[in-house]
């Protein structure tokens, strides 16, 4: 097994290798949409505008389209890219009074409304769309745009089946382009990134598990972008996937980036509704089990982040290795630091706090140069299709319990 903790620039197809250190563009990336506050939009908008990057000589910006404007992290694709040089050409999505559709027009008023969305995904000078549509979405988006011959990058969970995932996959391989799934947890969060340079310097030995907590709070105002309550398909597991497709794909990304498995099988699983006995098709709780060739893994994710915690959801990741143990505190250490992006290391020499201010976040300057370069440098393709792959199956085998159906 080949440990993949990240990749250099080369063509594809990416062969793993042990090292990531590659030349990246440079550019501010901003915070993970959870930490926006919505009320801030103005301000945010000409924040982006500041730290626009300056394509490097001899390269041309990439033209992007937005389609599907259902989800909150639209935002940090879209603001990600756009601080990257990124041109926002069009935005469409199928429903335009959708809070988050609303909010992405106000953040980037420049860019024209599109009432069909074939006219962007069929624009011959769109090179990447975006999507961050309702779930059961996301993959017929995808599939178009592949097939008119774009990049995709798509939020999470990219796909609700695995008959969607079939198709993307062929779609992928037929069209030469990329359909990349932000796993904002890894990619958007530095303390994530940093944990990530600890593990391949082989600070604390072998991985061999993984213990990752996603606990997100329903009611949360910076996912509804300011709306009054989460929209009616967010209570129907046939349209957002599933909580383990939808919540827990972050925390199967997590497990096999850091562990360096390039597959896993799911060991059990289980997807309950404990608290929403009127809405037997909304799931609040999820965990699976994980067990790779010489790794394991623990994954619970829920609905029930109580509004007391001053931020949406307490997400947590301990990585055990051979010689020592990771853990983050994602976006609070709860009566401890202020602050997100908290990691811990504890090891032969002793326990230490790693200060994370500093950590280049490059996914969103690697899916530029990917696009330009027909490179595979900011997550590779099949590491993609195998967190859905798990994510797919943890939640098509999973035991109910409680109101759930």
């Avoid at 910006?61 to 069009?90: N, P, S, T, W, Y």
Wanted: glycine residues 10%; hydrophobic residues 35%.
């Amino acid at each position: 097994m080949v440990a993949r903790l990240g990749c250099t620039k080369t063509s594809r197809p990416l062969t793993p290798t042990l090292s990531i250190t590659s030349v990246r563009p440079t550019g501010h990336v901003i915070d993970h949409p959870h930490q926006t506050h919505v009320g801030r939009a103005g301000e945010l908008h000409a924040e982006e505008r500041q730290h626009v990057s300056t394509p490097a000589a001899g390269s041309r910006r990439i033209r992007i389209a937005a389609v599907g404007l259902d989800h909150a992290h639209a935002f940090g694709q879209i603001g990600g890219l756009v601080q990257q040089g990124a041109e926002l050409v069009g935005l469409s999505s199928d429903d335009p009074e959708a809070a988050v559709a609303q909010e992405v027009r106000r953040r980037w008023p420049d860019a024209p409304w599109v009432d069909d969305p074939t006219e962007l995904l069929h624009d011959p000078t769109v090179d990447l769309v975006v999507t961050a549509a309702v779930p059961d979405r996301r993959a017929p988006i995808a599939l178009e745009a592949l097939r008119a011959g774009k990049d995709v990058v798509a939020d999470k969970p990219g796909c609700i089946s695995l008959d969607q995932l079939a198709e993307l996959e062929q779609a992928v391989a037929s069209s030469g382009r990329f359909w990349s799934v932000t796993f904002s947890e890894r990619f958007e969060v530095r303390c994530a990134v940093k944990a990530g340079e600890l593990v391949r310097s082989g600070r604390i030995g072998k991985v061999v598990q993984t213990l990752g907590l996603g606990p997100h709070r329903e009611g949360d105002r910076a996912h509804l972008a300011g709306g009054a309550g989460r929209p009616e398909w967010f209570y129907d597991h046939a349209r957002t996937g599933g909580i383990l497709t939808d919540i827990a794909s972050h925390q199967f990304d997590q497990f096999l980036w850091y562990t360096g498995s390039e597959t896993a099988e799911v060991v059990s699983s289980t997807v309950a509704n404990y608290t929403h006995p009127e809405s037997p098709r909304m799931q609040d709780f999820g965990e699976a089990t994980l067990r790779a060739a010489d790794a394991h893994g623990y994954v619970r994710v829920d609905w029930y982040t109580p509004a007391g915690l001053p931020t949406w959801g307490d997400g947590r990741l301990v990585i055990l290795g051979t010689e020592g143990y990771i853990e983050l505190r994602k976006y609070v250490d709860v009566e401890g630091r202020p602050g997100g992006d908290h990691l811990f290391v504890v090891d032969g020499s002793g326990t230490q706090y790693v200060d994370c201010s500093d950590v280049e976040l490059t996914y969103y300057p690697d899916l530029v140069h990917d696009v330009l370069h027909r490179t595979e440098t900011a997550c590779p393709q099949r590491h993609t299709f195998e967190v859905m792959r798990l994510a797919l199956q943890a939640q098509r085998a999973a035991t109910l319990a409680g109101y759930a159906e």
